[in-house]
Structure formats: C-alpha cells, structure tokens
C-alpha cells in the first residue's frame, strides 16, 4: 500500500487505551507521528486494571508477565525499575471441601494418566479430520479409566487448572489447537508488584489521550479516516483498532467499508473466555503455607475453586479467588455480601480453628463490562491459527491490534504488545518506506 506524505506531521488515532493501544502509541510517537489516544472508559489501561483501594496495588485484570525470559515487558518493567515478584506455577497446595490436603504421592498417579491421555488424544485427533472439543478428547481417551472418589476430585482439578489457564470451559476449546501447540510453558511467571497500570503510565505519558469517548464509527476516506464517538467526530491520516475481540463480535462500531467476511467468520469462529476474580482483604493472616496457589477441589472441575496467595508478593493478608466460565458469569449476579459468607464457609473448612476477619472484598465483573466483554481470546472447536491472522488483516487505512490479532501470542498482555508494535511498525513502513527497528 502506498500512501502520499503530507507536508504536516502524519496523524495516527489509537482507539483504546489498552496494552496494545499503548504499545501503538508509544512507539508511532517515538517515530515522529502526531497521535491520539481514543479511549471509552474514564481511564486507561483496558483489560489491565489496577485497584488502588487496599493497602497494597492489586491487579483486577492481568497481573503477571508470563514467559518472563522471552517477554518483552520484562525489559521494560527492568528499565522502570519496577519490582518483579516470582510465582512458582508448579507450588500449589490442593485440598478436598473438608479441609483435608492432598498429598502429591497422590496426585502423581492421576497427573501421569492425564498426561498419558492428553498424549493418546493427540494420535488420535491428529488421524481424523473433525474437530472437537479438548474436554470430549479427554473423556473419550479415558472412558473405561476407573476413578476412585478421590482420583476423581484429582482429576476435576486437573482440568480446572487447564481452564484456569484458558480463562474457559475445556468444552470449548478445540482439542486439534490445543493438541497441536498449548501455549503454556515452564518458563518464569512474574507478579509485577505495584501493578501492571505502570506499563501502561509510562508508554503514554504526553500522549494525548481522550476518555469517555465510546467509538461507534470508523471510516476509511480517501482523504484519511473519520472516528465518530458519541460526542465527536475525529479525523486522522491512519487509525489502529484495538478493542477486545467482544466489541467487534457484538458489532458495536461499525466500519465503512465493512469488515470482510472472512474476518467476521474468524471472529465467530474464536472464543472469548471469561475470568473474575474475588479479592479479600483479611485483618490478619489466618494461613500458615506459603505457597502462591491453593485448590479446593471437588468432583467436578466447574466446583473446584482456586485461591492465589498474595501474602509472599504484598506483604498483606490477601486471597485472591480465581473464577473461569460460566461460574465467572453467574458469578457477577451475586450480591458482593453473600459472596463474602459463602468464602468464610470455604476458608473456615480449611482453616477450622483460625479467626477468619474481613477487612474488605470486591469482585470483578468483566463480562457484563460494556468495554471488555471477557477476559481473553481461545480457540473454539473450529477454529484454527489463521483466524488470528484474518482479524489482523487491515481496512484500507484501518488497522486492527490486539491480543486476538496475533496468533503465536494470543491472549497474553505481550501478544497486545507485539500486535500493537506490529502496526507502528507497518504504518511507519508504508509512510516512510523504510523498516522500523524497534526498541
């Protein structure tokens, strides 16, 4: 694509203020570009959201650098000396309702017929042409394994550690994508202390940014682009997309000319998982275990709850619960003072004797969130790596970013990253014709 240069400095419009607006932004400023942030909500940051109302910063929403040795965030959060707190995926402590601890002499057995049965179904699924689900690719590879009561419980925590990582059901993630490349690795995870938001502050410091201005238009002109708000219309040489995939699911902006079918087919064809979290501030500490995860199981992988321990990373008697799917939905419905007594029922199981003292609670609601609509993107049954690559594709000046927009990194804050520092770069490239190095 050619584009003429203007004789004024080349305007670019970002709308959202996310990981990959941000990213955009940052580095289309560092290029010379004149750019403006377009943001719906009252303040940055997107699917990223810091509480400041506890004693300590808490992230709602993301919360750790993942793959942390080959994530670029990592350099940056180093280079704004920003501290980061390691959390050991594989220390998790599992107890059944009663309180009682599973040792991992027992959850051995039942973690090798997993993996054995992730393996089986991986031949299997790779010799057929249709699609599944990964959880109807596990039940069929192990539907003459025999459980007992216990090994069941092991096994629904098992899967609700997958789900907890797919941020769904196993129902709804395809087995062939899963099969064929899961993205979890045994690298570092980091828990960036004092939250995520000062990724965000840093990339779009001095850059304009306009909030509570909900996007309902995009156009491609041949003069440029129009973004049409509620309030205001706004117009630019170029502008990068980078809402959640739920907001173009649902068509809340419309683009002229309109999206082409391949993209709304891949966009009906990915997943949006949903997860919630409850965060609960206690008076004391009433846990005497140090590790970062603990898993009260139960038969069934939707009733298996996950609790991370923030007391090691904060220094403050803080549990925060992990919710995934449907519950994460059924979840938001809840009155916050019910939730409170059922997690003292929960944590009264566990610790029997222990003084369990509230200090504050306060949930998420990131599905009925009119600016969110989930958590991250996966792949449905169907669903295959060009899907991502069709969401990317540009409109003429219109270009999309995002972590749905990047297959390799898909629902991780670096894929929004590597999505929106993909577009400064094409745009830099179309613009100045040359290839931009990134720093």
Same mark, same amino acid.
């Given at each position: 694509?050619?584009?003429?240069? @203007? ?9 959202? !203020? ?83 601890? /599973?040792? #991992? ?10 993996? #054995? ?34 090994? #069941? ?43 995520? #938001?000062?990724?965000?502050?840093? &990339? ?8 509570? %201005? ?10 440029? +682009? ?5 309030? %205001? ?29 391949? !993209? ?5 064809? /990915? ?6 979290? =409850? +965060? ?20 069934? !992988? ?18 925060? *619960? &992990? ?11 809840? @009155? ?74 898909? *629902?991780? =804050?670096?894929? !929004? ?13 179309? =613009? ?8």
């Amino acid at each position: 694509m050619s584009c003429h240069v @203007p004789s004024r400095p080349v305007k670019i419009l970002i709308i959202g !203020a996310g990981m990959a607006g941000a990213a955009a932004a940052y580095h289309l400023r560092q290029m010379g570009f004149e750019v403006t942030v377009i943001e719906a909500r009252d303040r940055s940051g997107g699917r990223i959201h810091t509480a400041l109302s506890l004693d300590t910063p808490i992230d709602l929403g993301a919360a750790w650098i993942h793959e942390a040795s080959r994530n670029p965030l990592t350099k940056l959060a180093t280079l704004l000396n920003i501290p980061l707190v390691n959390t050991d995926y594989q220390q998790i402590g599992v107890y059944r309702n009663d309180g009682t601890r /599973i040792s #991992q002499r027992q959850i051995t057995p039942v973690a090798r017929k997993f993996e #054995q049965a992730i393996q089986a179904a991986g031949k299997h699924y790779h010799s057929i042409a249709t699609d599944c689900s990964f959880q109807a690719a596990l039940d069929e590879v192990l539907k003459d394994t025999y459980f007992s009561p216990i090994q #069941q419980e092991i096994y629904a925590y098992l899967c609700a550690d997958l789900e907890n990582e797919m941020g769904c059901s196993l129902h709804d993630i395809s087995a062939r994508a899963y099969l064929d490349a899961s993205t979890f690795t045994d690298d570092d995870n980091l828990l960036v202390k004092g939250g995520y #938001q000062q990724l965000i502050d840093h &990339l779009l410091q001095d850059i304009p940014l306009l909030y509570n %201005q909900p996007v309902r238009e995009v156009i491609d002109t041949p003069a440029g +682009v129009k973004v049409q708000t509620d309030t %205001q219309v706004f117009e630019g040489d170029f502008v990068v997309v980078t809402v959640p995939l739920s907001i173009l699911q649902k068509g809340a902006i419309r683009f002229s000319p309109a999206l082409p079918a391949a !993209a709304k087919a891949a966009m009906q064809r /990915i997943g949006m998982g949903i997860m919630n979290k =409850v +965060v609960m501030h206690f008076e004391q500490t009433f846990w005497h275990t140090t590790k970062p995860f603990w898993y009260q199981i139960a038969s069934r !992988a939707a009733d298996c709850q996950l609790l991370v321990n923030y007391k090691p990373a904060t220094r403050q008697p803080i549990l925060v *619960a &992990l919710t995934v799917g449907a519950a994460a939905i059924a979840q938001e419905h809840i @009155p916050i003072d019910q939730i409170q007594r059922e997690w003292q029922e929960r944590l009264h199981q566990l610790f029997p004797r222990q003084d369990i003292i509230f200090k504050s609670i306060q949930k998420t609601s990131w599905y009925s969130d009119p600016f969110a609509g989930g958590a991250y993107s996966h792949m449905r049954p169907g669903a295959d790596t060009r899907d991502f690559e069709a969401l990317a594709t540009p409109l003429g000046k219109i270009r999309f970013a995002g972590e749905a927009t990047i297959a390799e990194h898909h *629902a991780y =804050v670096h894929g !929004a990253w590597y999505s929106g520092v993909r577009e400064a770069k094409a745009i830099a490239a179309i =613009v100045k014709g040359k290839d931009y190095q990134v720093r």
